[in-house]
């Protein structure tokens, strides 16, 4: 499993997550997909119940986790399409993310 930003060039692996975190990316995806309320999509992403902070020694382990990586990436793409984060490209204007290296899902 895989989370691409064919915008940015972002690709975290997710192969490596415990069934809970490839559960909650799935969650999180389909929040992401229907466009759910930037503040809303970041309580779920990053609030106490996340799956992020399992198994994680350090602030910085959290940080560098592939989850968190592609949640942060995902969070900051919601803020720029509602408008709550500047765009600083207009090339910015699409993200796909992917499940599955054939799968594609276009997200406006």
């Known amino acids: 499993m895989e989370y691409v930003n064919l915008e ?16 909650f990316y799935r969650q999180a995806l389909k929040r992401f997909q229907e466009n759910t309320s930037w503040l809303a999509f970041d309580e779920f992403a990053f609030g106490m119940g996340s799956p992020i902070y399992s198994r994680q020694r350090s602030h910085i382990d959290v940080l560098k986790s592939a989850l968190y990586l592609a949640l942060k990436d995902m969070s900051l793409q ?10 600083t490209k207009k090339s910015e204007k699409r993200v796909f993310a992917r499940t599955k290296k054939s799968e594609k899902r276009a997200i406006a």
């Open 8 to 23: 940015t060039g972002l690709r975290v692996n997710l192969d490596a997550l415990s069934p809970e975190g490839k559960k």
């Open 78 to 87: 919601l803020g720029v399409q509602q408008g709550l984060i500047a765009r």
